[in-house]
């Protein structure tokens, strides 16, 4: 389906730009989903803890909370998820990439910044 969308409307293209905000944002992604205090309501259903951060349950509860409380594991369906959008939407994707590529930078800049001070 994703694929007949692409080829109707013809397929984006997909810059330097695209490629690397489309990477910062699925990392970004992968530790908000995994580790930050906002999405514990995800991953409380499936794991234990303060931080619902430890898996819980066995079978397909145990293996969904194996995902979601690990940040490479959301990172990959992350990319996978924003490279499908950026088929079918790009520049609904590019700006929501974007934002989160810029939050990331944010991030990874604020301990130089703290040492400027």
Do not use: I, N
Request: overall charge positive; hydrophobic content about 55%; proline content about 4%.
């Amino acid at each position: 389906m994703l694929a007949a969308a692409s080829r109707a409307r013809g397929a984006p293209q997909v810059s330097a730009l695209d490629l690397l905000a489309l990477g910062l944002a699925s990392a970004k992604l992968g530790s908000v989903v995994a580790e930050d205090r906002v999405t514990v309501f995800l991953r409380r259903p499936f794991a234990a803890g303060t931080a619902a951060v430890q898996p819980k349950g066995e079978g397909l509860s145990r293996a969904v909370g194996e995902l979601l409380t690990c940040a490479h594991c959301v990172s990959l369906w992350a990319a996978g998820a924003l490279t499908a959008a950026h088929l079918v939407r790009p520049h609904e994707t590019r700006f929501v990439a974007r934002v989160f590529a810029a939050y990331a930078v944010g991030e990874a800049a604020r301990p130089l910044l703290a040492r400027l001070r």
